[in-house]
């Protein structure tokens, strides 16, 4: 006898051929549903709390996140607002929480003034990270760092260049050792240079050894201060033979 041929399996399409229309009405209903959920105006935004400024205006970080009043709060890109909050000069970080079911609340951190920063010919207040804030007020009493050359210090761009970062982390060294500046640049040589209060301005020359030389300052004043001369130059490129010069302090 000849045996019986193998009964073919049906294939998926023709298993579910019968239940097309079910099928059909199933998707129509389903997508149905999600245009009725995304044009529900019960999840349109209903408030928009703002929480960690003290500087920048809520209404300045609610109108940068744009958050519509009129979509879905569900469907809104949450990410491409917490970066429009983060364009505002002062703002460092932004974060975004929906709160079911129709809420929005935005947390920020903000920057701080940390030092000047001129070129010359404009004094803008930055960072600890180098962004430019908005132009330096008059009358603060913020290190003054200088940096010649034409510069790009409009709000909210950062400065990347080298000799900036440079500036900024002597600064911090000097910061850490107790030595108080009102204004740091670089010499002709490219040596660093400190004024200090009272006049002094202090030559530190290379500063790839500063943690060396920043302990000699404090010594070498209170011991020539207390001789009463003025003193308006210390020089600690040659730091195992410090040089200070006498003169007239200016007022």
């Known amino acids: 006898m000849k045996p019986k041929a193998a ?3 049906k294939s998926l399409t023709a298993r579910l051929r019968p239940f097309w229309i079910v099928l059909t009405l199933l998707l129509v ?3 149905a549903a ?3 959920l995304a044009s529900w105006p019960g999840f349109y935004p209903k408030y928009v709390t703002v929480a960690g400024n003290e500087v920048v205006p809520a209404a ?4 940068r996140a744009a958050i519509s009043p009129h979509q879905n709060v569900w469907l ?3 990410g491409a607002a917490a970066a429009r909050i983060e364009g505002i000069p002062y703002i460092a970080t ?6 079911p079911p129709a809420g929005v609340r935005i947390y920020v951190t903000e920057r701080h003034p940390y030092a000047v920063v001129t ?5 803008v207040l930055v960072d600890r990270g180098l962004r430019v804030l908005q132009p330096a007020p008059p009358g603060n009493d913020l290190p003054v760092f200088v940096l010649p050359g034409r510069r790009n210090l409009f709000d909210g761009t950062f400065l990347r260049g080298a000799r900036d970062e440079r500036m ?9 050792g107790h030595v108080i500046v009102t204004r740091l640049w670089f010499g002709h040589f490219g040596g660093l240079v400190a004024a200090l209060r009272g006049g002094v301005d202090v030559l530190f020359g290379n500063d790839d050894d500063l943690q060396k030389k920043i302990p000699l300052v404090d010594p070498i004043l209170s011991q020539l201060e207390r001789g009463g001369r003025a003193i308006s130059v210390i020089d600690l490129r040659a730091p195992t033979t410090p040089v200070v010069e006498y003169g007239r302090r200016p007022k």
Do not use: H
């Open 7 to 9: 009964r073919r399996r």
């Open 29 to 31: 209903a389903a997508a």
């Open 34 to 36: 999600g245009y009725y």
């Open 60 to 63: 300045e970080i609610r109108r």
């Open 76 to 78: 809104q890109n949450l």
């Open 94 to 99: 932004a974060r975004i929480f929906r709160i």
């Open 119 to 123: 070129d010359g010919t404009r004094r």
């Open 168 to 176: 900024r982390n002597d600064y911090a060294q000097l910061v850490a």
